[in-house]
């Protein structure tokens, strides 16, 4: 049986996650979607980052999404500014999407379609007031914004995500989920699949 190798430092995935300067990579195609395909090098700047409005680090950013490039361009933008991930399960009910929101005090969401909550439901109050932006339209016309860089204000132990359970036995909580924690697991990943930069890689 073939042993894991340790993990390499933590920096070299970090700054590929963070910065999207993968070594060797920068303008090779990350993401090939339905619609285009993007560089390493703009995976962030170009896709994700011009449509978040202001989020800064440790704010809370919703993605509602199938799969798509525009959820991963969501992601990795949101990472980027030190925000952090809520992802939310494209099956939820709109009352269900409205208690993620505010238990987690998201400060936008980031969604397919507009989703239409009941402001005459006390429970849904907060979602109501929280904005919308469709997650195809980030990015479009504005292209020229120049986000913060922040790599250096983000530690490897600040949360990157906060994953929600189901809450089939009570209320949803979240797992919080450290950069430190997806970066090994990227490492776990490479090493046990055995994959590299001219790998590619089908997601449906």
Partial sequence: MRSMRCAPPFKRYYVGLVAFKIEGAFGSRAVVGKHDAVVFGLLGREKGRACLFGQVLG?????LSHNSE???YAYFAIASLGAIVIPLNYQLRPREIAYILQDAKTVCMLTE???????KQADEEFAVHCPQ?????????KVNIQAPILINAVDENDTCTIIYTSGTTGKPKGAMLTHKNLTRNAAMVEDRLHVNKTDNVLCV
């Fill in 70 to 72: 525009y959820y991963i």
């Fill in 113 to 119: 379609k507009t989703i239409q909550f009941d402001e």
């Fill in 133 to 141: 932006y469709l997650i195809g339209e980030c990015g479009k016309n």
């Fill in 59 to 63: 704010d809370k950013v919703a993605v």
